[in-house]
């Protein structure tokens, strides 16, 4: 990608400020706090499009992804229409989506207002971004190096610094490193524990990595209820699809030793704030009661039968996708639907955005 010219700096950042300055956000912010910017790293679930760009058979940039999207576009989001990114940027009042680092009509003013460097089917292992060929979380550590380097051509190094400092810094790992590396491959060298403890260290690094670049408020989801997902049921679930149990005993396993791993760095590092965000039971509510939010399908996705499709299998040609999407939490056999994550995400920020937004020595 070409470096940005500085020569329309200033009009730039002017505009800019001005749209950040009459973007009103969803949530009350706590007093005197602003978000300039939503930076993301991670897989599937925060995925715009960066995989697009990719060899690889982990993409979702064909139809009927995105036909709830706006102007109906398959983006490469894995879902109908937006995905958690898009959520969390709009409830802040940053903007509206939030676009793939390696999109070609990338323009200066999302760099100032945040891009995502996710790639689908990646994960805290090493190995979990290998097999599929998919950026690995180093790969899109070395992005974001490059991105601060374009921030600083438009804006100085001060105002970067301000930007990053000041932003929120959202990672959204470990689904496929537990249901696919673990499952598949690693079990042969690992207890379950021993693994997660491996996780743990990879992504804690990664942690002071951002850190180190410059990073303050770094919220972290966790896994979600793996063993719930429609895929899941249907590979391991039995003749009557049931919850896979191991995968959520994994899955809680993992989120119990993040959460204290993040409580470490928090310690460690007392001018950032870590905040570990469970996924886990808001989404296994909305599974195991889907008719309190007025969902009727809970154990297929709405995309084919429902039962295994995902990415190339969730295609045009499937005769069997659904035509009412709002009834469904789940879009493929892996991915829940826009409204889902709509309604996830919404309570998320409501309980979290305290804790996202203040630093340790002013909480």
């Given at each position: 990608m070409k470096m940005l010219s500085s020569s329309s700096t200033i009009p730039l950042f002017v505009s800019v400020f001005i749209i950040l300055c009459s973007t009103e956000a969803l949530v009350k912010l706590p007093d005197n706090e602003t978000v300039p910017a939503l930076i993301v790293f991670g897989d599937s679930i925060v995925d715009p499009g960066n995989n697009n760009h990719l060899v690889t058979v982990a993409k979702g940039n064909f139809p009927p992804y995105g036909r709830d999207f706006i102007g109906g576009i398959p983006t490469g989001r894995f879902?109908?229409?937006?995905?958690?990114?898009?959520?969390?940027?709009?409830?802040?009042?940053?903007?509206?989506?939030?676009?793939?680092?390696?999109?070609?009509?990338?323009?200066?003013?999302?760099?100032?207002?945040?891009?995502?460097?996710?790639?689908?089917?990646?994960?805290?292992?090493?190995?979990?971004?290998?097999?599929p060929s998919v950026l690995s979380l180093s790969d899109q550590l070395e992005m974001f190096k490059e991105y601060t380097g374009k921030l600083k051509a438009?804006?100085?190094?001060?105002?970067?610094?301000?930007?990053?400092?000041?932003?929120?810094?959202l990672v959204v790992q470990s689904s496929n490193d537990i249901a696919s590396t673990y499952f598949t491959v690693r079990r042969e060298q690992y207890d379950f524990a021993s693994y997660a403890d491996l996780l743990v260290t990879w992504a804690s690094s990664f942690f002071k990595e951002l850190y180190g670049l410059g990073a303050r408020r770094i919220a972290v989801f966790g896994a979600p209820p793996l063993g719930c997902l429609p895929s899941q049921k249907s590979l391991a679930g039995g003749i009557q699809r049931e919850c896979v149990e191991n995968y959520n005993e994994a899955a809680k396993l993992f989120n119990t030793k993040l959460s204290s791993g993040l409580d470490s760095l928090n310690t460690n590092f007392p001018l950032a704030k870590f905040v570990y965000v469970d996924i886990?039971?808001?989404?296994?509510?909305?599974?195991?009661?889907?008719?309190?939010?007025?969902?009727?399908?809970?154990?297929?996705?709405?995309?084919?039968t429902g039962l295994i499709e995902v990415a190339l299998l969730c295609n045009r040609l499937n005769?069997?996708?659904?035509?009412?999407?709002?009834?469904?939490?789940?879009?493929?056999?892996?991915?829940?639907?826009?409204?889902?994550?709509?309604?996830?995400?919404?309570?998320?920020?409501?309980?979290?955005?305290?804790?996202?937004?203040?630093?340790?020595?002013?909480?």
């Open positions: 879902s109908n229409g937006k995905i958690p990114s898009d959520f969390i940027a709009e409830e802040l009042g940053i903007k509206e989506i939030v676009p793939a680092y390696l999109d070609p009509t990338l323009q200066p003013s999302d760099l100032l207002t945040g891009v995502s460097f996710a790639s689908g089917a990646s994960g805290y292992d090493p190995l979990t971004s290998k097999i438009m804006v100085g190094e001060e105002r970067t610094n301000t930007i990053l400092s000041k932003s929120l810094f886990y039971n808001p989404l296994l509510d909305i599974i195991q009661n889907p008719q309190k939010s007025g969902f009727e399908v809970a154990n297929k996705g709405c995309c084919g005769p069997f996708t659904c035509n009412d999407v709002t009834k469904y939490v789940f879009w493929d056999s892996y991915h829940p639907t826009e409204r889902a994550y709509k309604i996830i995400i919404g309570g998320i920020i409501q309980e979290y955005v305290g804790s996202f937004l203040c630093s340790n020595s002013a909480c």
